[in-house]
C-alpha cells in the first residue's frame, strides 16, 4: 500500500511511501494523479480545494487553503496556514464512553513499605542542586561496583536548578525533586545538597511527606570531610537494604503508563499515536491508568478531549489546563500556534492542527478522568491530562513524575532519549525501526503492511508487561537516563 484515506470525511491522502509525478491514486471510485512528486509521509489532495476552504484530515479540519489546491497537488506550508485562532471559549457537550472492563492480568514487580509499586529495584542519586552535579555522577561512576543481588542499577539524575529560582518557578524544581524522591522506581535514593542552596534539604524534607529512612537517606556535602566517601558508605547502606528484594505478581491495574510523541512525521498519527491509544484502552480495561500531556500538542484537538471529560468540573479543569498555557506563550510574547518543528514539516506535518489530531490519537476512546498540574500525581485510575510542554525531556520527565512506571514515545524521525523511567521507544515506520534499531524497541509501521492495529496493541500491551517485569529497553541498555525540569521563571 503506498497510500491511505484516514477517515471517509477527508479530503487528502497520505503517501506511505514516496510518490512519482503522475502516479495513479485510487480511493473507492475515485481517480487521481499526482501533479508533482509527494515525498512519504506528505498529504495529496483528492479534491478541488479553493482558497480560504478548510483541508480535512482526520476527519477534521487541519488548516486553510492559502491559494487554490487542485486534484492531485502535494499539500504542505506552501499552500495550506493553520485556522487557530487565540483563547477561545467552550461549551461542554459530553461524548463519553465508557470502557468495558477485562479480564486482569500481571506483572512481576516490587511492592514498596508505602503500599506503592515500583518497576525497577534502582538506586537514585538527586542533587537539591545543580552545584553539587559533579559529586552526585563521580558517586555514581564508583557506586556501581557495589551493584548486587536484585539492585538493578545506581543512577544521578543531574538538573541545573535549585537555587537562584523565584516563586513558582522554585516551587516546581521543589515539588519535582520531591515527587523523584518518593518514586517507587527507586528503591533508595540518596538526597545530595550542597548546604547553603534555596531548596535546601531541610527545606526540601517539609515536600517528602512520611519518610522511610531505610529507602532515603540525606547528605549535606558541605558539613561532611569528604562527600564522595560518605556519599558512597551511605550508597551501600542503600543496597544493602534492598538487596534481597524480589519481584512478585502484581495486577496491571496498578501500572501507570505515560504517552508521548516527538520527532513526528507522516505516519505518527496513522500508525504509532493510534497504536498507543487503543493499548491505553486495553490498560484502562484492565484498571491501569495512561497519562497524556504536551499540552501545546492539543491546541486544535481539544475539543475531542473537552468532550470527552467524565463530568463537567474536570471539562473545566481542561478548558484552564489549555487557556492557561496559551496564556503562558502571550505572557513571554510567543505565538501560539508557532508551525511544528523542521524535523515535524520535513515527515508531512504541515500545520499545528495536523500535528495535534495525530497526538491525541495516543489517548484512545477511555475519557478524561483527572486533570493533573505540573508536579501532580496520578490519583484517580484511568486517562489523566497533563500540563507540561511538548519538549521531549521536559514532557517525559513530567510523565514520570506523574507517576509513571514507564513512558511510551513514538517516533517517525528517532532519538536516542532517555527519561527517569523505562522509555518505550515506539517507531512510526518500519524504515526507522530498521535503521535505528539501536534506539527502537517496537516497529508500529507493520500497520499499513502486515498487521492490524488491534494486534499491535496486543503486542504492545504484552511488551509492557515485560518491560515492567524487568526487560529492559534499549536505551536502558544503553545506559541513558535523562532528568529534565520544567524552568519557567526568572534566574537570578
Keep these: 500500500m503506498d497510500y491511505i484515506k484516514i477517515n471517509d470525511l477527508d479530503n487528502v491522502c497520505v503517501a506511505l511511501n514516496a510518490l512519482p509525478k503522475g502516479e495513479k491514486i485510487t480511493i473507492g471510485s475515485d481517480s487521481i494523479e499526482t501533479n508533482s512528486e509527494i515525498p512519504a509521509g506528505h498529504k495529496v489532495a483528492l479534491k478541488d480545494i479553493k482558497a480560504g476552504e478548510d483541508v480535512i484530515k482526520y476527519g477534521n479540519r487541519i488548516g486553510i487553503a492559502k491559494e487554490d489546491i487542485r486534484k492531485g497537488d502535494w499539500i504542505h506550508t506552501h499552500n495550506i496556514k493553520t485556522a487557530l485562532g487565540d483563547l477561545l471559549e467552550y461549551k461542554y457537550i459530553p461524548k463519553v464512553k ?13 511492592k514498596r513499605k508505602n503500599g506503592k509499586v515500583g518497576v525497577r529495584n534502582e538506586i ?84 517528602l511527606g512520611d519518610i522511610d529512612e531505610s529507602r532515603v537517606k540525606f547528605l549535606v556535602s558541605q558539613e561532611v570531610e569528604d562527600e564522595i566517601e560518605t556519599g558512597l ?88 489546563l489549555i487557556n492557561d498555557f496559551k496564556m503562558y506563550f502571550k505572557n513571554h510574547n510567543q505565538t501560539i500556534y508557532e508551525n511544528p518543528s523542521p524535523g515535524n514539516k520535513a515527515g508531512g506535518i504541515s500545520t499545528l492542527e495536523d500535528k495535534s489530531l495525530g497526538c491525541t490519537q495516543k489517548s484512545g476512546s477511555a475519557k478524561v478522568v483527572d486533570v493533573l498540574d505540573y508536579g501532580d500525581t496520578v490519583k484517580t485510575k484511568g486517562l489523566n491530562l497533563l500540563s507540561s510542554p511538548g519538549n521531549d525531556l521536559v514532557a517525559a520527565t513530567a510523565l514520570a513524575m506523574s507517576g509513571a512506571h514507564i513512558v511510551l514515545f513514538t517516533t517517525g524521525r528517532g532519538t536516542p532519549f532517555a527519561s527517569p523511567v523505562p522509555t518505550l521507544k515506539i517507531a512510526t515506520n518500519s524504515r526507522l525501526a530498521k535503521s535505528k534499531g539501536n534506539w527502537i524497541d517496537f516497529n508500529a509501521g507493520r500497520m499499513v503492511e502486515d498487521k492490524t492495529k488491534e494486534e499491535l496493541a496486543n503486542e504492545l500491551f504484552k511488551l509492557v508487561l515485560d518491560v515492567a517485569s524487568g526487560k529492559k529497553v534499549k536505551s536502558e541498555i544503553a545506559g541513558f537516563h535523562d532528568f529534565a525540569i520544567f524552568k519557567q521563571g526568572v534566574t537570578l
Design 98 to 110: 465508557e470502557i468495558e472492563e477485562t479480564a486482569h492480568e500481571t506483572f512481576l514487580g516490587f
Design 124 to 207: 537514585w542519586i538527586i542533587p537539591t542542586v545543580g552545584c553539587v552535579n559533579n559529586v552526585a555522577q563521580a558517586i555514581e561512576r564508583r557506586a556501581k561496583s557495589l551493584i548486587k543481588g536484585s539492585v538493578e542499577d545506581v543512577i544521578a539524575f543531574v538538573h541545573p536548578y535549585g537555587c537562584s529560582q523565584m516563586g513558582d518557578d522554585q516551587e516546581n524544581t521543589r515539588n519535582i525533586l520531591a515527587d523523584m524522591i518518593n518514586h517507587p522506581n527507586a528503591g533508595g535514593v540518596l538526597v545530595l545538597g550542597l548546604g547553603c542552596e534555596n531548596s535546601n534539604i531541610p527545606l526540601l524534607k517539609d515536600y
Design 233 to 320: 558508605s551511605l550508597i551501600e547502606e542503600l543496597i544493602n537494604n534492598i538487596v534481597d528484594e524480589k519481584r512478585e505478581k502484581i495486577d496491571a491495574s496498578e501500572l501507570v503508563i505515560g504517552m508521548k510523541c516527538g520527532g513526528s512525521d507522516g505516519l505518527s498519527g496513522i500508525t504509532a499515536n493510534p497504536i498507543v491509544g487503543e493499548f491505553s484502552d486495553i490498560l484502562i480495561s484492565k484498571g491501569g491508568s495512561t497519562i497524556l500531556t504536551e499540552v501545546p500538542e492539543m491546541f486544535g484537538a481539544e475539543t475531542l478531549l473537552m468532550e470527552r471529560c467524565k463530568d463537567k468540573e474536570t471539562f473545566e479543569k481542561t478548558v484552564a
